[in-house]
């Protein structure tokens, strides 16, 4: 087994990946309709594009297309699946933003979406990016078999709905008190954290088997990785908001504890998230195994979510 | 030909075409997770179902149910793209509703969403109706051609997206004067239109087609027909906002001309636009001609529409 690549060769493929991502997505968010739509309003594909373009590490892509690359997937149909799940990340991020959500006014450096426009067109904004997503999953770009996409939707829907993404932004509501008084234990946090974020990023890395048609312990594999990859992302992103600096984030920091917000670095104390960052990121590594020196890349992204500074 | 159901026997069609979808949906939308989901958060399913169930003329799955039956679909098939149409249909709803789009307090008859729960619980009911019917459109049950399965998906993806409903919403936001002095020419109304209303309605009835794999001919014939329909739907709703009565609609009436909205009979006066009406029935109708007496409740349909007062 080679050893995984440095972390600044990974950024700088986590950079041209990114850049790849972003030209994919310029390409599809135009404003020539698509067939089958009538037209593109100015005003909502410029703030789409505002919300999605120019910004974000494009993590998630990254991971289905290193994922995909296990299995040969040819790197274009990676790259559409990549964009269908940057399309639900930045979608979540607006809707979040918003101010009956978090009220966040920064976001990636710049003005979230309902500053720069406003609420009704970051409302809009958030649900056409979503239903694009699925509009992504469904063409013959993403993979020539129908049976492979409508699994990447049905994974895609799973992971994003109620019982995943959006279920979990409604418990890390409650969690603040808005709802009834509470104070979450550690098993309810990591449930928490499960959906909000980890439900996502684990769908990254299980769209690239899907992509590749792998075999059943493959698929496995990559489910265990992406599971304790997702787990470790949010405890980084909550010590982030701990020690961060915001001028480097592009967001504003301490907020979780302005806003009572439910972290396992709250229950656990800093130190605590510390090892359990350490324990899952070893857990990550140790799922990819099976795929020898060809996970380097995945190994070195594990390796970028525990130590990430933005 | 034989004539079509009577009004009357076309209302009890339709309610007991609601009583099924929402038998239906009661049972998907249950606390219970399913496969691949982590848990589903009480409060969020709890305002999903208040959101979908107990209210709505379930026109929508009508549409699909009728159209599917021409092709000899089964109807528990049918019943499940109903049932993602519906809840596409609800999320517009809810998220039309907000304080930041349309500010209404009253929908079917009770309290919208997020006056019962709070915006931020109602903005997510919408994301997570969204991205349910997408999970619903992706089930076996639904069909057990994958290829099927994806053409619904992505037909439903163009119909409810940037072109089509979510753009509309964006259109008519826009024709309410928001961000620039604006007075829509007709043909700009019949865009708006088309995209906000018509494109659902439309894809409800080509959804019949797709499930029944039906010959292009026939597909070409409810598009026609959906297309008609739909645009008629919008007028009707404009003409009942100016003449109806809130009690019987269970929603405020006289809202299109207090926040400026576009609509036909502002552009054409209330007697234009009952003549469009007219017009578009008749075409909807005789676009059906290649079915025949099959196409008797159709028919009703397009009937029900022109005619409906609530």
Same mark, same amino acid.
């Given at each position: 087994?080679?050893?995984?690549?440095?972390?600044?060769?990974?950024?700088?493929?986590?950079?041209?990946?990114?850049?790849?991502?972003?030209?994919?997505?310029?390409?599809?968010?135009?404003?020539?309709?698509?067939?089958?739509?009538?037209?593109?309003?100015?005003?909502?594909?410029?703030?789409?594009?505002?919300?999605?373009?120019?910004?974000?590490?494009?993590?998630?892509p990254?991971?289905?297309?290193?994922?995909?690359?296990?299995?040969?997937?040819?790197?274009?149909?990676?790259?559409?699946a =990549?964009? %269908?799940?940057?399309?639900?990340?930045?979608?979540?991020?607006? +809707?979040d933003? /918003?101010?009956?959500?978090?009220?966040?006014?920064?976001?990636?450096?710049?003005?979230?979406?309902?500053?720069?426009?406003?609420?009704?067109?970051?409302?809009?904004?958030?649900?056409?990016?979503?239903?694009?997503?699925?509009? /992504?999953?469904?063409?013959?770009?993403?993979?020539?078999?129908?049976?492979?996409?409508?699994?990447?939707?049905?994974?895609?829907?799973?992971?994003?709905?109620?019982?995943?993404?959006?279920?979990?932004?409604?418990?890390?509501?409650?969690?603040?008190?808005?709802?009834?008084a509470?104070? /979450?234990?550690?098993?309810?946090?990591?449930?928490?954290?499960?959906?909000?974020?980890?439900?996502?990023?684990?769908?990254?890395?299980?769209?690239?088997a899907?992509? =590749?048609?792998?075999?059943?312990?493959? +698929?496995?594999?990559?489910?265990?990785?992406?599971?304790?990859? =997702?787990?470790?992302?949010?405890?980084a992103d909550?010590?982030?908001?701990?020690?961060?600096? %915001?001028?480097?984030?592009?967001?504003?920091? =301490?907020?979780?504890?302005? +806003?009572?917000?439910?972290?396992?670095?709250?229950?656990?104390?800093?130190?605590?998230?510390?090892?359990?960052?350490?324990?899952?990121?070893?857990?990550?590594?140790?799922?990819?195994?099976?795929?020898?020196?060809?996970?380097?890349? /995945?190994r070195?992204?594990?390796?970028?979510?525990?130590?990430?500074?933005?």
């Amino acid at each position: 087994m080679t050893s995984p690549a440095t972390d600044a060769q990974f950024s700088a493929l986590l950079d041209a990946t990114a850049g790849e991502i972003d030209r994919l997505l310029d390409r599809l968010l135009s404003s020539t309709p698509a067939e089958g739509e009538i037209a593109r309003p100015a005003r909502l594909i410029e703030a789409m594009r505002y919300a999605t373009l120019g910004g974000g590490k494009r993590l998630r892509p990254l991971l289905t297309i290193e994922s995909a690359a296990l299995f040969g997937v040819p790197r274009e149909r990676a790259l559409m699946a =990549g964009c %269908a799940l940057e399309c639900v990340h930045c979608y979540s991020l607006v +809707h979040d933003d /918003l101010p009956a959500m978090d009220d966040d006014d920064m976001r990636r450096g710049k003005p979230t979406a309902h500053r720069k426009y406003d609420e009704a067109t970051a409302i809009l904004v958030g649900d056409s990016l979503l239903t694009f997503a699925f509009d /992504l999953l469904s063409h013959r770009e993403t993979h020539p078999d129908a049976a492979v996409r409508v699994a990447l939707v049905a994974g895609l829907a799973r992971s994003a709905g109620l019982g995943g993404m959006a279920g979990g932004q409604m418990l890390d509501l409650a969690a603040e008190g808005r709802y009834d008084a509470t104070s /979450l234990t550690e098993e309810q946090v990591v449930t928490l954290d499960t959906m909000k974020t980890g439900a996502l990023i684990r769908f990254a890395c299980i769209a690239g088997a899907i992509l =590749g048609q792998a075999p059943q312990s493959a +698929h496995d594999a990559l489910d265990r990785y992406g599971h304790a990859l =997702g787990q470790a992302f949010q405890i980084a992103d909550d010590l982030l908001d701990i020690e961060g600096d %915001a001028a480097t984030l592009g967001k504003s920091t =301490g907020k979780d504890a302005a +806003h009572g917000k439910a972290t396992l670095a709250g229950n656990l104390g800093v130190q605590g998230a510390r090892e359990r960052l350490a324990a899952l990121i070893a857990q990550a590594e140790r799922a990819l195994d099976p795929f020898g020196a060809n996970a380097a890349t /995945l190994r070195a992204a594990a390796h970028f979510v525990a130590t990430r500074r933005a």
